[in-house]
């Protein structure tokens, strides 16, 4: 059985009388996560000094001329640090929202989160100096 609630949005159908969302149209979806990264860019300082080193990596890729296979791992690791800070600036959020005290389980957890971008960020660290030493020296 489906039945559409007559809300504000509409965004909110029932089924064997669950209410579930209704999934928004692809476009607005895009949009929706273009938003979120316009939103960390402006707001997470960590994630703009992060963005900073992605734009540096792009300049040496081309201008010491990367192998394919070379470039290809430089953005891997390069889009893989962006990926963990968007995830760890998520999970400390929510953290936030559920639990304003401090609380040493949720500090637990938002130290977690964040030593997930640390490794993220050594192993880049790691695969630039393994990618750029054959270019440079």
């Known amino acids: 059985m489906l039945r559409v609630i007559n809300n504000y949005q509409n965004k909110f159908i029932f089924v064997n009388n669950q209410i579930t969302m209704r999934k928004p149209p ?18 997470e300082r960590n ?33 893989g640090v962006l990926v963990a800070e968007i995830f760890n600036t998520a999970i400390e959020k929510t953290c936030d929202f559920i639990q304003p005290e401090f609380d040493k389980k949720i500090g637990f957890i938002k130290d977690i989160s964040a030593g997930g ?3 993220t960020a050594i192993l880049s660290v790691i695969v630039g100096i393994l990618v750029y030493w054959k270019y440079i020296f």
């Open 47 to 79: 994630f703009q000094l992060e963005l900073f080193a992605f734009a540096v990596n792009v300049f040496l890729i081309f201008y010491l001329k990367l192998s394919s296979i070379d470039t290809i791992l430089i953005l891997l690791v390069s889009f």
């Open 26 to 43: 692809i476009h607005k979806s895009l949009l929706n996560a273009f938003r979120g990264i316009f939103l960390i860019m402006k707001s």
């Open 117 to 119: 971008v640390i490794l």
